[in-house]
C-alpha cells in the first residue's frame, strides 16, 4: 500500500447527497485491510506533529471510526461530538450554518478536562463549520484544541482559511 493506492480507494459519488455535491466515500477504503491499516499509520504519524496530545475527539459519524483506531493505537482516551437527540446524559450544544439552515453538534459536560490538550478527528474538511462547531464545544469545556486533523481536505471550499486559527493537518487535498 502506498499513498497513491490509497488515494483511488477513495469513491467519488456524484450528486449525493445533493445535486451538485461531489461525496467522497471513504467505505471503499475501510472494506481494504491494507488500505485501512495504512490510513491509520498515515494518520498516527501526522498525529506526531502536535506534540503531546492528552486525548482524540471524535466527530460523528465517520469520524468516529477513524478517531477510534487511532485512540487506540496511540493509547489515547476519546470523547464524542454527537448529532442532535444521541448524548443521554448533561451537555451543551453549539449551533453552525450548514449549507442549507443549520446544523447542531453536542458534547457531554465531562467529556473534556479543563486545559486538556485534545486533537479533534473528522474524516472530511469541506467548509469547516464541522470542525469550527467542535473546537467551539471543546473550548466551552475548558479543553486546549492543540490540533485538528482529516483524512481528506477539500481546499476549495476555504476551510484551512477558516479554521486559521487552528493547526490543522490532512492526509489528502482533493
Ligand atoms: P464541513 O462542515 O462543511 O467542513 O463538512 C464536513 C462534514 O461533512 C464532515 O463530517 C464530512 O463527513 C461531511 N462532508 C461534507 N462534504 C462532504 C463530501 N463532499 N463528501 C463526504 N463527506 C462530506
Redesign the pocket.
Known amino acids: 500500500m502506498n499513498r497513491s493506492r490509497l488515494e483511488s480507494l477513495i469513491r467519488e459519488v456524484a450528486d449525493f447527497p445533493r445535486p451538485g ?5 471513504i467505505t471503499p477504503v475501510l472494506q481494504d485491510p491494507e488500505g485501512f491499516q495504512f490510513l491509520v499509520a498515515e494518520m498516527s504519524d501526522q498525529l506526531k506533529s502536535f506534540g503531546k496530545i492528552e486525548k482524540l475527539v471524535a ?1 460523528e459519524s ?2 468516529f471510526i477513524l478517531a477510534s483506531a487511532l485512540a487506540v493505537r496511540n493509547h489515547l482516551s476519546l470523547a464524542l461530538v454527537r448529532k442532535p437527540g444521541k448524548l443521554p446524559w448533561k451537555h451543551i450544544t453549539e449551533s ?1 450554518e ?2 442549507y439552515g443549520q446544523g447542531e453538534l453536542s458534547m457531554h459536560v465531562d467529556a473534556v478536562r479543563e486545559n486538556e490538550k485534545l486533537v479533534i478527528v ?10 469550527e462547531a467542535s473546537a467551539k464545544l471543546c473550548e466551552k469545556l475548558g479543553g486546549e484544541v492543540i490540533g485538528l486533523q482529516v483524512f481528506i481536505e ?1 481546499s476549495a ?1 476555504g ?1 484551512r482559511e477558516r479554521l486559521g486559527a487552528y493547526s490543522l493537518s490532512s492526509l489528502f487535498k482533493i
Open positions: 455535491i461531489q461525496f467522497k466515500d466527530v465517520r469520524g453552525y450548514l449549507e473528522d474524516d472530511l474538511l469541506a467548509t469547516g463549520g464541522t470542525l477539500l471550499l476551510g
